[in-house]
């Protein structure tokens, strides 16, 4: 799960460097300390291979990521902001491949049996949903990965980087679906969506990752 080099141009990078994360209101009054790093992964991520993965969608506060069960977690923020938030963490927002990694090499976290409906915050495979909120993280227990890693399927998009850029521009891309998408979108075999300019906002929040400590 270790990240390789995503190859952008200088300008790419620099544009990331000075790029400000924005605060959300979803956040609370003061950000919350860097969780610690104690044995291979910080304590709110977990480990899939040779990597880590945020345990649950994160909380950006002034800037930074952090992933908290029981909240709602940081929406409408660009993909710009996420990749500044998971920097501020130590940490960096996790590509395709490790998101993908992550979640499964079947449809679900669980293999190939699809979930009831009420397992993941998400809209069935015919396009039909009782969802019509957010949900808060882990709040359905159920939406996991053998390793611990909650809600990837359902409740909010996900920003992740392909780790390559089109004249100069990142391309970005989201997974996972959301509370009000699902269907085909909704699993961890899907194409990840890449239509979206890196300022774009929506319900999209973000997951952050890194190596594992030896």
Known sequence: MARNSPGYPQ?????????????????????????PVEGPCPADMSQVGDGCISSWEVTITDGVASAIAGVLPTVNVTWYDAVDACLAADAHLCTVAEWQEACGEGSFPWGEEPPAEEVCAA??????????????????????????????????????????AVDGTPVTAKLGGAFYAGGGSALCTAAAITDHPPDFEGTIGARCCRDARE
Do not use: H, I, K, M
């Open 123 to 164: 809209a069935s495979p015919d396009g039909t949903t009782t969802w019509t909120e957010l949900q808060p993280t882990g709040s359905l227990p159920d939406c996991r990965s053998p390793e611990g890693v909650y809600d990837q399927l359902g409740n909010a998009w996900e920003w992740a980087d392909p780790e390559t």
């Open 11 to 35: 300008e790419v990078l620099f544009l990331l460097a000075c790029t400000s994360a924005s605060d959300t209101g979803q956040a609370v009054d003061t950000a919350p300390d860097t969780a």
